[in-house]
């Protein structure tokens, strides 16, 4: 199986503190990924590396099998980050509009927004359950129904590759199972690979396919189960030496297979 991004040896450090240190990280066409983490561990470093805004001191990061400086098809890679569902209820946009900003690097400035156009629109927002929302003003959402417009913004572009910055931090507790479903709908139906971010360590594994450990360096990257047969056996290898840093959330609600 192809590998979306491969990332060999690779290290990073801010002035004297090394953030990153020897990260060696695969990760397959397909699979719905989650980068595990406490605060301060250096996973928006590493995903400042991938989206290519800092650069490897040393070690390589390959994109769809290219080495990142010559990588140039970045519309493949679909990106949200953390401040994406901050908007208030003042913003002057609909849903609508938020995610048709989105197709601006494919139509210019929407100097030819036609049928099509708006048949893409309404397709991602269809695909994030929000489709019934179109004409809504976005700062009247809720937060997580906000990440789920911005994820759709995402989509327009038709990525492969969808990266998510810590995306369940403004989703109200009774609704994060939903909104994992709907990630995991994306990745099975329609073939996305995801890579999120997350501290949230203690309900993550049974609603993705992989799980990487990082702090500092990468303690564990495989498939879940191997994650939960490793954690049962030794805690501090999974998790390295802080795992009493850990923000513990025993909210095991349903499993999503
Ligand atoms: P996480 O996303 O896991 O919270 P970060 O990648 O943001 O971790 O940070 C990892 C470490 O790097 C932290 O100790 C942080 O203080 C430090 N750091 C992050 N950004 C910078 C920066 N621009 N300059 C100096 N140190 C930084």
């Given at each position: 199986?192809?590998?979306?991004?491969?990332?060999?040896?690779?290290?990073?450090?801010?002035?004297?503190?090394?953030?990153?240190?020897?990260?060696?990280?695969?990760?397959?066409?397909?699979?719905?990924?989650?980068?595990?983490?406490?605060?301060?561990?250096?996973?928006?470093?590493?995903?400042?590396?991938?989206?290519?805004?800092?650069?490897?001191?040393?070690?390589?990061?390959?994109l769809f099998g290219q080495e990142i400086s010559k990588f140039k098809a970045w519309q493949q890679i679909g990106y949200v980050s953390q401040k994406a569902n901050s908007f208030n209820t003042g913003f002057p946009a609909t849903v609508f509009e938020v995610v048709a900003s989105g197709l601006t690097k494919k139509l210019g400035m929407f100097k030819f927004f036609k049928k099509e156009h708006s048949r893409?629109?309404?397709?991602?927002?269809?695909?994030?359950?929000?489709?019934?929302?179109?004409?809504?003003?976005?700062?009247?959402?809720?937060?997580?129904?906000?990440?789920?417009?911005?994820?759709?913004?995402?989509?327009?572009?038709?990525?492969?590759?969808?990266?998510?910055?810590?995306?369940?931090?403004?989703?109200?507790?009774?609704?994060?199972n939903a909104f994992y479903q709907m990630l995991n709908d994306l990745n099975k139906n329609r073939g996305i690979t995801l890579l999120l971010v997350t501290h949230d360590i203690g309900t993550i594994s049974d609603k993705v396919t992989h799980v990487a450990c990082l702090n500092k360096n990468m303690h564990f990257h495989g498939e879940t189960s191997e994650f939960e047969q490793l954690k049962k056996e030794d805690m501090s290898k999974v998790y390295g030496h802080d795992v009493h840093l850990i923000a513990h959330n025993h909210d095991h609600g349903g499993v999503l297979k």
């Amino acid at each position: 199986m192809q590998s979306i991004i491969e990332i060999k040896h690779l290290f990073y450090r801010y002035e004297k503190d090394t953030v990153l240190e020897n990260i060696n990280l695969s990760i397959p066409d397909g699979s719905f990924l989650a980068i595990v983490g406490p605060n301060g561990s250096g996973k928006s470093t590493l995903l400042k590396l991938i989206l290519g805004l800092l650069k490897p001191q040393k070690g390589e990061i390959f994109l769809f099998g290219q080495e990142i400086s010559k990588f140039k098809a970045w519309q493949q890679i679909g990106y949200v980050s953390q401040k994406a569902n901050s908007f208030n209820t003042g913003f002057p946009a609909t849903v609508f509009e938020v995610v048709a900003s989105g197709l601006t690097k494919k139509l210019g400035m929407f100097k030819f927004f036609k049928k099509e156009h708006s048949r893409i629109v309404l397709d991602a927002l269809d695909a994030v359950g929000m489709k019934n929302f179109h004409n809504r003003n976005i700062g009247e959402l809720s937060g997580g129904q906000q990440q789920r417009v911005f994820i759709a913004r995402a989509l327009v572009s038709e990525p492969k590759l969808l990266i998510l910055d810590e995306p369940t931090v403004g989703v109200d507790a009774e609704n994060v199972n939903a909104f994992y479903q709907m990630l995991n709908d994306l990745n099975k139906n329609r073939g996305i690979t995801l890579l999120l971010v997350t501290h949230d360590i203690g309900t993550i594994s049974d609603k993705v396919t992989h799980v990487a450990c990082l702090n500092k360096n990468m303690h564990f990257h495989g498939e879940t189960s191997e994650f939960e047969q490793l954690k049962k056996e030794d805690m501090s290898k999974v998790y390295g030496h802080d795992v009493h840093l850990i923000a513990h959330n025993h909210d095991h609600g349903g499993v999503l297979k």
